[in-house]
Every structure is written in structure tokens, then in C-alpha cells.
């Protein structure tokens, strides 16, 4: 095993949006990677990634991964994190990834749990979970678009979710680019 000298996201939550943006870039890109491999991480949360102090991201944890379209027997998942495909024991795609980088970047943004199927957060009316607020809604900091792309990831059907990997690092690298060209400005 590696050792890497750093600490979890859990224990080290980002206080600039800007910082969050950059780790998030990199959190999806190892993602992606492994998605162009053809296998899914299915657990990503705070806790599973380490912020190394040389500035390297690293994720850890890969008890869960499987093969995309992997269909699992039982559920498996972290309740605060997990995608409700995860939770109906569907076949998991790359959006089930998708789900849990945005669960875990709800939780940085604005230091609570996303209300997912199975969290404690997770308030039902008539057995629906009700639509949590939005980022920007809990942290005026949250720039417009990136409060969007979170809710976009946290879509319950993940038709409405964004693709894949590329599809968040494109729609990441451009609220970063927005914010640095309005930081530019001022």
C-alpha cells in the first residue's frame, strides 16, 4: 500500500470554493479514468478521498468497485452518499459515480449531508424524499452553476444526471473559468 502523507476530505473540509473546485477536478478525473477502464467506485464520501499535503488528491477505498453494469445482490453504500440505484439494486453506470461525487460535493460546499434515499437527512412525504435546498440556498459563496451541476448530479433518475465524467469536469473546468475571469474583473 501507498502512504500518503495527508489527511481525509472528512477531516480537511475546503473553506474557498475555488479550492473545492480544484479538488473535485481531480476527484472526477480519477473517476473517469477508471470509468474508461471499465469499472465503477460506487462509495465515494468524504472519507474516501485524502488530500495529500504535496497537493496530490488520492481515492481510496475500492472494496466496492465493480464493473460497470454490475447489478449487486445486496446494498452497499454509504447511506449519506449513495445513489438510489444503489439502494433499488439496478445495474450501476457511470452516473452512479456521477451521484456520489455529487453527494460528497454538497456535503463540501455547504458542510451537510445530501438527503439521499437512505440518510438520516433524507426527509419523505407520502415515501418521497423531499427536494433538499440548493447549495447557493445554504452558502451564498456557491457560484449559480456550480450549485446547479450539484443538484444535476443528485438527480434521483439518473436520466436527468449528467452523463459521465467528462460531462462534470467540462461543466467544473467552466464555473472555474467563469469565477477566475469574474475575479479577474474586480
Known sequence: MEFVDGTSLDKTRPNQIDRTIDIFLKIADGLRAMHEKGFLHTDIKPNNVLL??????????????????FQKERIQGTPDYIAPEQVDR??????????????????????????TVLSKAGKKVDGQILTPPSPIELNAEVPPGLSKLVMDCC????KH???????VIYRLELIQHVMTHVRGKK
Open 52 to 69: 495529500a499535503f504535496d497537493g496530490t488528491i488520492r481515492i481510496i477505498d475500492f472494496g466496492q468497485c465493480c464493473k460497470i453494469g
Open 90 to 115: 439496478e445495474h450501476l453506470t457511470p452516473q452512479t459515480d456521477v451521484y456520489n461525487l455529487g453527494a460528497t460535493l454538497y456535503w463540501a460546499i455547504t458542510g451537510k449531508a445530501f438527503p
Open 155 to 158: 438527480e434521483h433518475d439518473r
Open 161 to 167: 444526471r449528467p452523463r459521465n465524467m467528462k460531462e
